[in-house]
């Protein structure tokens, strides 16, 4: 068989992708010596069996359309699996696995490929079939030995899914990119990177068709002139022979000890990270394939990636290089939490996992720091850390075995940590006792963070926000500029001058100032001047396509850029190397062996993205030409792809309703009909600028009947039902969607609910309802029942989150409402009257009377209550507070309600706080320490310094400095005070010592007393 050199060469190298046709599985038997039908056998198989004998000879494809509709779809699948899954592989099958191949696609459902290299011991590669879209390639590439086979009509191993069956008939090749789409998008972009030979009888299949037009080979046993000229004509040479014919070929041709060098790496049986283990117990393969998919081993690192100096401080992010190559600035936050988290016996126990959260801004020098952190920690301090890679996957498996097996803390280092805010909620919540011997530093972005990350925020133990340079920082960043010789227009300056240049300015950040200071002029205009001199123009709009991606925070997959460009990899280097090299930067996956494009920085794409396209109509054309070339079938594009549907998103970028439709459509086109994306279709018809309500409710609804557990759509639900009540045409209607809101927040706040969002929602709805009456004059018993209603919630919910925003929000709003309100006032004090042991009303009364001053009259409602209700927390607790406020001096009485306001176990962590301060105050200190020891494991949000001690200053002398905090020894008690550098003056946190004396405020959180306002004495 005479196949190109060219083919040859590629087929050794392992870059060829073969796709198999019917005329690959013909020769085939079983055990007993049943051939594999042809086409025309199995359409007469179908019609003995199915039909009984009608339209024998008839084309397949009708025959199997009217068996399904004689009998059903379940009767044909089963008798197609029958008729194939005792097929032999044959000679050919199991010459397959001695090559290496790119991938391999087919369109027959039998498992002749499967089975072929599961019998063939010295197989090079282990095939990995992926028959729907559901399947992922990630998850199938987690093994550098895996080779994606590509089932593209189906499999007899899954012929129970209606969605997706086999393919047979007409309809079904019309319906099978709803659940194949990503399939044959894999298989194309393969074609766009790599040669394709498909082996078979015929090209009937109009998606194969369109493959094959982008072929260079086509092997087939019936080659004429005809069909030579033909396919010529389409610059495809055609070869003539069968399967094995063109194996055989290669095989002669291949030297066998060629073929395994373009094997990737097998993985190894064993890891470095073993060296730490307390025993010789093996790794599972899990975990090995984990610690080489998923993290890096940061203490295993034996090279990096140098970088050019320059290039780092106009923004390029890339990795550990610059680390080693100590390009970063020593900043002092890395020194406190390295002193804190780092520098300790790596066998201590803790309770629950440290959860330590970096934050900064856009631009700020979070990712650099963290990569800092985690390689001095395994350096210097031998720590064993993981460091997360892109596009791996976290669970708590591994690291528990690796906690079992060294016996010691496990570090885990998390960059963007609100792209992973789901992992990561898994993972804290799996880790069991294991937990106690992990900790997880991560890094986000403010507003990501706090817009994206609320179910992993309670796990939080402490957070750190990454401020600009100090004057000792910048003095440090200029001494590097100058060793490196990227001062730019800096050069010119004197030493005071360069400070002031890069001194800091309201809203900027590291990477602006270091553009701006050393180019002279703007941050955007820079950004702005460079992509106008990319040449040739085609340059650009392939930066343009990066940046689009990667102002995400995703690596641009090069078969994505092949899509959209048309431009492989190869060719790429060749002409767009020289004039991208410093604005486009491309590493290789190493899961999916692809490589992978970045811009600098993701904030430096985000700039460019939005000042090169000014107007909507520009951005909208790149938007949606990237969002119709992902294949989410990556995990990177995936990432992308949800982050480019984001309701909130689309609303900043695009003004125009029939753009965001547009690319909702093209997204639909992609996942179907997706709970997740109907999802982000409803929120943004709720929040766009005269959204259509009836459309959101329409749209949501769908999502939660497509994910009924899914409590962010329920909770979406909720707030949907409150915006529909505001615009509600009549009371009656008003009422009903309020309710119907009130109905859904109350399942969710009955839920396993983390954070605080669907308590207020449900506040919201009870203070419209109050609203609602009162406006109306509703009945004195109907008011009462509304005050009840919200009061009762809001409380509970200010119980179990302490000093939310919101939550306190929601109280100001309710205070209003009822302020001067004569008929409120009326209705709550006729209801006390009647019935003093109702601690609900009881507790408004008191609040409005401390509202208007007349504190003496509240206590006597709260006292009165009492008399008849002298169990209840919730008034206990409201006399408590009543008396901090009018009698703070009187500590033990305050102490006595405080601890009637709470039982052990119950969520009331405000009353428990609140007494663990007072006993604080009255002296009771170790009392007062064991109540906060046990608050401090309780999973809430990081606290803000609460209930400070008000008219009284402490003093003291600094002990135990420990880099992020440390403790004052106050005068009198001689006991210790938490200080943390956050609540310090920087300057005056720089000037203190072992000894130094010092003056301060006390506050208190849920982990207890602490320092702020600290000043030297």
Request: glycine share 6%; net charge negative; charged share 25%.
């Amino acid at each position: 068989m005479d196949i190109p050199s060219d083919l040859v060469n590629q087929a050794g190298e392992g870059r060829l992708v073969l796709l198999l046709g019917a005329g690959a599985s013909l020769g085939s038997k079983t055990s007993d010596g049943y051939e594999c039908p042809t086409t025309a056998k199995l359409g007469r198989l179908l019609s003995t069996k199915l039909l009984g004998g009608y339209l024998q000879d008839g084309p397949l494809s009708q025959i199997a359309e009217l068996a399904i509709s004689e009998t059903d779809l379940g009767r044909l699948h089963t008798l197609i699996r029958d008729t194939f899954q005792a097929l032999q592989p044959t000679a050919a099958h199991k010459l397959l696995p001695k090559f290496i191949w790119h991938g391999l696609a087919t369109t027959n459902y039998d498992l002749l490929i499967e089975e072929g290299y599961r019998e063939t011991s010295q197989r090079l590669q282990q095939a990995r079939p992926m028959i729907e879209d559901r399947d992922r390639i990630d998850d199938n590439r987690r093994d550098g030995r895996n080779l994606l086979l590509l089932k593209l009509h189906g499999c007899i191993t899954r012929i129970t899914n209606e969605q997706c069956p086999l393919i047979l008939t007409p309809d079904q090749y019309r319906q099978h990119k709803n659940y194949r789409s990503r399939l044959f998008n894999t298989l194309k972009e393969w074609g766009s990177e790599h040669p394709i030979v498909f082996i078979g009888h015929s090209v009937q299949d109009t998606d194969i068709r369109a493959v094959l037009e982008e072929l260079s080979e086509l092997v087939a046993p019936d080659v004429d002139e005809v069909k030579m000229r033909f396919w010529e004509s389409k610059k495809i040479t055609l070869i003539k022979g069968t399967f094995e014919e063109f194996l055989q070929a290669l095989d002669s041709q291949i030297p066998v000890p060629s073929r395994s060098l373009a094997v990737v790496a097998v993985p190894p049986s064993s890891h470095p990270i073993q060296k730490y283990f307390r025993t010789n117990d093996p790794l599972s393969s899990a975990t090995l394939e984990s610690l080489g998919n998923d993290v890096v081993y940061v203490n295993g690192i034996a090279a990096t990636t140098q970088v050019n100096p320059r290039e780092f401080y106009k923004g390029l992010t890339s990795g550990f290089g610059p680390i080693e190559q100590k390009l970063d600035v020593h900043r002092r936050i890395s020194d406190k939490i390295t002193e804190d988290y780092f520098i300790r016996d790596q066998s201590e126990k803790t309770t629950g996992a440290e959860v330590v959260l970096i934050k900064a801004h856009a631009g700020g020098g979070k990712s650099v720091i963290l990569h800092r952190l985690a390689w001095d920690a395994a350096r210097e301090y031998d720590c064993i850390c993981l460091f997360a890679r892109v596009q791996g996957t976290l669970t708590a498996a591994p690291l528990q075995e690796l906690i079992q097996s060294t016996g010691r803390r496990l570090y885990l280092f998390v960059d963007d940590a609100s792209d992973r805010s789901r992992e990561l909620e898994a993972l804290l919540r799996r880790m069991g006792p294991a937990a106690d011997y992990l900790t997880i530093v991560m890094a986000e972005r403010i507003n990501e963070w706090n817009v994206q990350a609320q179910i992993v925020t309670p796990f939080v133990t402490e957070e750190f926000e990454l401020k600009y340079l100090d004057h000792s920082e910048i003095d440090d960043l200029l001494r590097l500029l100058e060793q490196h010789h990227a001062l730019g227009t800096l050069e010119r300056l004197n030493r005071e001058d360069r400070t002031k240049e890069l001194a800091e300015h309201a809203g900027r950040q590291l990477l602006v100032a270091l553009h701006e200071a050393t180019l002279g002029i703007p941050f955007e205009t820079i950004l702005v001047d460079e992509f106008e001199h990319i040449t040739p123009v085609e340059a650009q709009r392939l930066y343009l396509t990066v940046c689009v991606l990667n102002r995400l925070n995703v690596p641009v997959r090069a078969g994505l850029i092949a899509r959209v460009h048309g431009i492989p990899f190869e060719e790429f280097k060749r002409r767009f190397f020289s004039p991208l090299e410093h604005v486009v930067f491309a590493t290789q996956d190493p899961n999916t062996r692809d490589y992978q494009y970045r811009a600098r920085h993701p904030h430096i794409a985000d700039v460019v993205f939005l000042r090169v396209l000014k107007k909507a109509e520009e951005r909208f054309d790149v938007y949606v030409r990237c969002l119709k070339a992902l294949n989410v079938a990556y995990s990177v594009d995936w990432r992308a792809f949800w982050q480019m549907v984001r309701a909130r998103n689309l609303i900043e970028l695009f003004p125009d309703l029939q753009m965001v439709k547009a690319i909702f459509a093209a997204a639909k086109e992609t996942v179907g009909e997706d709970a997740h994306l109907l999802h982000q279709m409803g929120i943004y018809e709720m929040h766009r600028p005269n959204g259509d309500l009836t459309e959101a409710a329409r749209l949501l609804n769908r999502a939660s009947e497509l994910a009924p557990y899914d409590t962010s759509i329920k909770h979406s639900i909720a707030e949907h039902r409150i915006k529909a009540a505001d615009r509600s045409r009549t009371p009656l209607e008003r009422s009903k969607l309020l309710k119907d809101a009130a109905n859904i927040s109350a399942g969710l706040v009955r839920g396993e609910s983390t954070d605080s969002y669907a308590h207020h929602t449900l506040v919201k709805v009870e203070i419209r309802e109050l609203e609602d009456g009162l406006a109306a004059g509703a009945p004195e018993a109907d008011i009462e029942n509304l005050v009840k209603d919200a009061e009762s919630t809001l409380f509970d919910a200010q119980q179990e989150f302490p000093g939310d925003s919101y939550l306190l929000a929601a109280e100001s709003k309710l205070a209003e409402i009822l302020k001067d309100n004569v008929r409120a006032e009326k209705a709550l004090a006729k209801a006390f009257d009647a019935n003093p042991r109702n601690e609900i009303v009881a507790v408004r009364l008191a609040r409005q009377f401390e509202g208007s001053g007349q504190l003496e009259r509240a206590s006597g409602i709260l006292r009165k209550a009492l008399d008849a209700n002298p169990s209840s927390r919730r008034l206990h607790y409201t006399l408590a507070r009543l008396l901090m406020r009018k009698n703070p001096d009187d500590g033990e009485n305050i102490a006595y309600h405080l601890q009637r306001a709470f039982t052990d176990g119950d969520s009331n962590y405000e009353a428990q706080l609140l007494y663990g301060r007072q006993l604080f105050l009255n002296g009771r200190l170790e009392e007062s320490k064991t109540l906060f020891r046990r608050l401090s494991s309780i999973r809430v949000a990081p606290q803000v310094l609460l209930h400070p001690i008000e008219g009284r200053q402490f003093e003291g002398k600094l002990s135990r400095p420990q880099g992020s905090y440390a403790f004052i020894l106050r005068d009198g008690p001689g006991d210790s005070i938490y200080v943390h550098a956050q609540d310090v003056a920087e300057d005056i946190w720089n000037a203190l010592t072992l000894g130094t004396r010092v003056r301060f405020r006390i506050a208190f959180n849920l982990r207890g007393p602490r320092a702020f306002d600290v000043n030297l004495i």
